[in-house]
């Protein structure tokens, strides 16, 4: 089993998403992560999915995700050199006192932005890789994480080479 | 100015339709009154499902793309079977259907239902008209996307105030197909075509398996010309039944669960295996770890999610069977014998043919005999699902493609009689006959209404054994002969033909048999045979479900008929 991350550009249309999870839960494949959103060409989105499988599993999904009418370009970037991202909110409780500062020693070790300041409570914007993100989740825990919210992965291949290029 | 349903009909004519199955309801009256006066023929089915079954009965048998028609909520939901039907076997089909105003989508509307939400998964792709400017464009699409490529259905749902909105009447880009993610490959690769000629020419013990792409690609001539070249036996599935005549030298006839035994014996003694339109489905491979265990495997197919999907394969090539084997031909001048391996085919073929007792008794399998010498080499043959259909695959000797219409990968019963209306209407000069069960006719027995109405000349030929014969069969080799809600009451189908207004008769002796297909077929209109058959046959061979093809059951009988 191996994690592998497609990019996905599709039309930009109602209901393909729907086509892309519903071939996802229909062929038992499992989607780790999904995020989606609008991309540099026009009318077209880009759809990141991180999904685990063995070889002939991870083949299958890139040729039923490329059968699909409104998919126009899949592919595969984890072999390739490439960055990926995810991004965090995280509501922290934190007392004005040493708790506070504490968490804001955190957030700056961390290179994390404070977005919201409220009388007993902060609300840090994370960005990094999965790993970044946990780790300062975990710091975070003791001082009791209020709620918490993460977008799926997204990741592009580094250097010029792109989706319609390929690698 | 245009209203949606004019732009419609129009968008039909344009893509050459001449015959529509459907069922009319309260969205898409503004369809039917622009039916009334087109020459677009409309046959008024009695259920939806006959209405895309017959759409898909007659895609299969003219290559064209059928068209069935239905109104919103049940009357869509009613074409779900038929979609999956034919999306399992990929036939082109474009469905449509009618749905609720769009202010009104998403508020539960009276015969309101998410049709395309519920059909994604059984269509090739389909859409929800929301404005009445992308019609145009989005028909052209549907019948591009049906009938490119590897077929298979496409569904558009029309809101009824996208019927009946006027617009001007324009045909410019806005109004072209407009498809970036939609390119299918028909050209082989040229490295794979170069490893396939040195592993076919190298191959000792080759055979071919061909299938349903073979005949959606019109490849049949060319695969029989190769196959003739390269002395290589071809055995089919299901779906490929037809690409080659049955009693060509090099035809072994069907492989898999029901298949001839010599045509599993060549699967299994094979050194290569040249796989042209198939998918290695369960009901052909048995278990896939002894499916041809000893065979480097070549697989031509235009779907490239199909090749590796059930075995590993040494030699993909994605592309257009015709036009592959066209390039193979080219590329490989010489012939190129294999006597050893030939003669050990045709020892299999002599000494393990298709038998059955020919006692006198009244069994299934002579009905077709009789039937394929009465016919020759005219007729298509439409069948349901089950022993019928085992039987009518093993017994009819298939002479070209298109001539055998069945459901194969959905194995829908109650699909074969209403696929032949729409057979029949793509052959008007062909006799047509369905193969059905009791069971499997009586899921569709309303459409004696629609063949009576519009004197569709169907004959019907129905295997009566009051069982659900093909499930009967499983339980007596696999439970211990439980017959669990299998058996059927008698039923006197001539009555029920007759009050229709057709003509009928019950047949209980093997001596009328022939007597009795025969007036079927001089008979002009629709015509009904109800054959009283020895109750608990069984099709044979059968590989149990899951072992090697190489392992099958012969000709056991019930337990009561052995000496």
């Known amino acids: ?167 | 100015m245009k209203s949606g349903a004019q732009i419609l009909i129009e968008g039909l004519k344009e893509q050459g339709v001449e015959v529509i199955f459907g069922y009319p309801g309260g969205v898409v009256l503004p369809i039917y009154d622009e039916l009334y006066d087109s020459d677009i023929r409309h046959i008024l089915v009695r259920h939806e499902q006959a209405a895309i079954h017959a759409a898909d009965g007659y895609a299969r048998a003219s290559g064209k793309v059928g068209v069935c028609l239905a109104t919103s909520g049940p009357g869509a939901c009613n074409l779900v079977t038929g979609l999956a039907t034919a999306y399992m076997d990929s036939i082109p089909v474009v469905a449509l259907t009618g749905q609720v105003p769009t202010m009104l989508l998403g508020n539960d509307a009276f015969q309101e239902s998410d049709i395309t939400g519920i059909t994604m998964p059984v269509t090739k792709h389909n859409y929800l008209v929301q404005d009445v400017r992308d019609l145009k464009r989005i028909i052209r699409e549907a019948f591009f996307i049906a009938g490119t490529g590897r077929k298979g259905p496409v569904l558009i749902d029309i809101p009824k105030d996208v019927s009946t909105t006027k617009i001007p009447d324009e045909d410019g880009p806005e109004q072209q197909i407009r498809l970036r993610g939609y390119k299918p490959t028909y050209q082989g690769h040229g490295k794979q075509i170069q490893k396939a000629i040195e592993l076919l020419i190298s191959s000792k013990r080759p055979i071919i398996y061909a299938g349903g792409g073979v005949i959606s690609s019109n490849a049949s001539e060319e695969l029989v010309a190769f196959a003739e070249r390269m002395c290589m036996p071809i055995t089919t599935t299901l779906m490929g039944l037809g690409c080659i005549p049955a009693d060509h030298p090099l035809n072994l006839g069907m492989l898999g669960m029901h298949g001839t035994e010599y045509a599993n014996y060549a699967i299994t003694g094979s050194d290569l295996l040249f796989s042209i339109g198939v998918r290695f489905d369960d009901r052909v491979t048995g278990n896939l770890a002894t499916f041809a265990p000893n065979a480097k495997i070549i697989h031509i197919d235009i779907d490239p999610a199909e090749i590796g999907k059930n075995k590993p394969v040494d030699v993909p090539i994605v592309g257009d069977a015709k036009i592959i084997l066209a390039d193979l031909l080219k590329k490989i001048p010489e012939s190129c014998p294999h006597p050893e391996w030939s003669a050990q085919v045709q020892g299999w073929k002599t000494n393990h043919p298709l038998r059955f007792k020919e006692d006198g008794a009244l069994r299934p399998q002579l009905v077709l005999k009789k039937l394929s010498e009465i016919l020759g080499t005219r007729g298509v043959i439409v069948s349901e699902v089950g022993q019928n259909q085992m039987w009518t695959a093993q017994y009819f000797r298939f002479s070209r493609p298109r001539q055998w219409i069945s459901s194969g990968g959905l194995g829908t019963m109650g699909y074969g009689f209403p696929a032949a209306m729409g057979v029949q209407y793509a052959c008007p000069d062909e006799p047509v006959f369905v193969i059905a069960g009791d069971g499997s006719f009586q899921m569709n027995i309303q459409e004696l209404g629609t063949i009576a109405q519009y004197q569709i000349p169907v004959k019907v030929v129905i295997l009566n054994n009051q069982f659900l014969g093909m499930v009967r069969q499983w339980q007596e080799l696999f439970y211990e002969r439980r017959y669990s809600y299998t058996e059927l009451p008698e039923v006197a189908f001539a009555k029920i033909a007759q009050a229709y207004g057709i003509e009928a008769e019950t047949i209980t002796d093997a001596g009328d048999v022939e007597g009795a297909l025969q007036r079927a077929l001089d008979h002009k209109g629709p015509y009904l045979l109800d054959f009283r058959v020895v109750r608990e046959e069984n099709v044979f061979p059968m590989v149990p479900a899951g072992a090697a093809i190489s392992e099958m059951i012969v000709g056991k009988h019930t337990e009561h008929e052995e000496e």
Not at chain 1, 79 to 88: M, Q, T, Y
Not at chain 1, 92 to 98: E, L, S, T
Not at chain 1, 130 to 158: H, N
Request: glycine share 8%; aromatic share 2%.
């Open chain 1, 1 to 167: 089993m191996n994690r592998h991350i497609f990019s996905v550009l599709v039309e930009d249309s109602p209901g393909v998403l729907s086509r892309v999870t519903g071939l996802f839960s229909r062929r038992g494949f499992n989607i780790e992560s999904l995020a989606v959103g609008t991309c540099e060409q026009p009318q077209t989105s880009r759809i990141t999915i991180v999904v685990s499988g063995n070889d002939v599993q991870i083949e299958q999904v890139k040729k039923q995700l490329n059968k699909l009418i409104e998919v126009i370009k899949v592919l595969d970037i984890t072999e390739a050199e490439h960055v990926e991202r995810e991004l965090a909110l995280i509501k922290v409780k934190a007392d004005p006192g040493d708790a506070r500062s504490e968490v804001l020693q955190v957030a700056g070790i961390f290179r994390a932005k404070i977005i919201d300041v409220g009388s007993d409570s902060l609300m840090i914007e994370i960005t990094g890789d999965s790993g970044k993100i946990a780790a300062i989740e975990d710091l975070l825990k003791p001082y009791g994480v209020l709620e918490m919210v993460r977008t799926g992965k997204i990741a592009l291949q580094r250097g010029t080479a792109t989706v319609c290029t390929g690698r």
